[in-house]
Structure formats: structure tokens, C-alpha cells
């Protein structure tokens, strides 16, 4: 069954500093691996999506990495601004069974200004 | 263009009740799913669809049921509500089917409580 768990679970960091979120996962057989945001009572925004046969995607100050043998994954945030401050979300989609799409739980970051 | 519109945004009703929630998908996108967040969680996979079919189910009681129209909208359907079912609901669409590796697109939920 495949589990996803991130961690920290909640971060604070100053204005300015770069972050690094983590994202593990059990079962390496996936099709792809997307990162999202959600601000508070909101929807998600997708920010990456990293397909299984890639080791990284970049978007601005985002960079996204994907080690499938290992089944991890890491969120880079640079130079972080406190219009970064939001929930943010990893998930796989499993290529065992039937499909399945299967969130983490998050990690609530706070950048203060 | 417009992206993934959900309705209604909210909705209160009362345990035993039945409720339907509608989504469109973002013009092109054939793929639409259906997520559970209850606070302070991640999103719970419902329901895929793909093409008006099923193609994926998560470990949901036969309350919830799900249907996709010829135009691709589509709707949830959760019967004998719980008190637990008060959650955000949210709706995704892709272009195909999750194996094709397309990215998700999600509406801005619709947001349940049952008293």
C-alpha cells in the first residue's frame, strides 16, 4: 500500500533564507509525482509535476527533484517571501492496482517577514 | 479560459441527507477526479474518471457515487450523510487519464458540513 509522508510537518524561517520541503514515499512504481501549494480554505495550485522517468523540474525560484529508487522527493524554495507562506503538498500517482492518487499530509510553512 | 469550476462553494445539511456536488473540468480535459480534505489533512482519492468511465476508486463506502457527462462535467453523490463526511470537497481534471502522467488541475473545492 503505498504511503506518502512529509516532513517537517510545519517550518518558520525568516525572509530571504532557502528551504528545502521533503516528500518519501513507499511504493517506487508511480507514474509521476506533482508538488502543490493550498492557501488556507482554498484549493491546491499545482506548482510541479515530475514525471517518473525525470530526476528534476524548475519553475522560477521552485526546483523539484525526484529519486524514485530511494522514493524520495525534495521541494527547493529560494529566497523565500512571506507571499510564500501556505501549505504545501506532495502526491504520487501509483501504478500498482488500480489507479490511485495518493496525498501527503503536508507541510505548513510560515515565512516571516 | 476558465479553470475547473466547482458548485456550490458551500453547504450545510443535516445527517441521513443526500447531497450532490458538481464540477466542470477545464475546456479539453477528459479526465475528472474527486478528493475528500478534511482539515488538517491531505486530500482522501475518491474517484477517478476518464472518458465517462470509472477508472479509479479509493476506500470510500458505496455511500459516495460518481457520475461524468458526455461533456465531460461531472458529479459526486454521497448518500445517509455522516457527520464525518463534512470535509472540502475537491474536484481535479487532466487532460487524459492519470497513466498518461498529465498533470492535475484542481477547482477550488466545495466545502460540506453536516450537523
Known amino acids: 500500500k503505498q504511503e506518502v509522508t512529509q516532513i517537517p510537518a510545519a517550518l518558520s524561517v525568516p525572509e530571504g533564507e532557502n528551504l528545502v520541503l521533503n516528500c518519501s514515499f513507499t511504493?517506487?512504481?508511480?507514474?509521476?509525482l506533482q508538488w502543490f501549494r493550498q492557501d488556507p480554505g482554498k484549493g491546491l495550485t499545482s506548482l510541479l509535476l515530475?514525471?517518473?522517468?525525470?530526476r528534476e523540474q524548475t519553475s522560477g525560484r521552485l526546483n523539484a527533484s525526484l529519486d524514485k529508487s530511494s522514493g524520495r522527493s525534495t521541494l527547493y524554495i529560494a529566497a523565500s517571501q512571506p507571499g510564500d507562506s501556505a501549505t504545501y503538498l506532495c502526491?504520487?500517482?501509483?501504478?500498482?492496482?488500480?489507479?490511485?492518487?495518493?496525498f501527503g499530509t503536508g507541510t505548513r510553512l510560515k515565512v516571516l517577514a | 479560459d476558465a479553470g475547473v469550476t466547482q458548485s456550490p462553494t458551500h453547504l450545510i445539511k443535516t445527517r441521513g441527507q443526500h447531497v450532490t456536488l458538481r464540477c466542470s473540468p477545464i475546456?479539453?480535459?477528459?479526465?475528472v477526479s474527486w478528493y475528500q480534505q478534511v482539515l488538517g489533512q491531505g486530500p482522501q482519492f475518491i474517484f477517478q474518471?476518464?472518458?465517462?468511465?470509472?477508472?479509479g476508486r479509493g476506500n470510500f463506502p458505496d455511500r459516495f457515487s460518481a457520475r461524468q457527462f458526455p461533456n465531460y462535467s461531472s458529479e459526486l453523490n454521497v448518500n445517509a450523510l455522516l457527520l464525518g463526511d463534512s470535509a472540502l470537497y475537491l474536484c481535479?481534471?487532466?487532460?487524459?487519464?492519470?497513466?498518461?502522467?498529465?498533470?492535475?488541475?484542481f477547482g477550488p473545492g466545495t466545502r460540506l458540513t453536516v450537523l
Open positions: 481535479a481534471s487532466s487532460l487524459g487519464g492519470a497513466r498518461l502522467g498529465n498533470e492535475q488541475f
Open positions: 511504493d517506487s512504481a508511480i507514474y509521476n
Open positions: 515530475i514525471q517518473s522517468s525525470q
Open positions: 502526491a504520487v500517482s501509483s501504478t500498482s492496482g488500480t489507479y490511485k492518487y495518493i
Open positions: 475546456s479539453g480535459h477528459k479526465s
Open positions: 474518471y476518464y472518458e465517462k468511465e470509472e477508472r
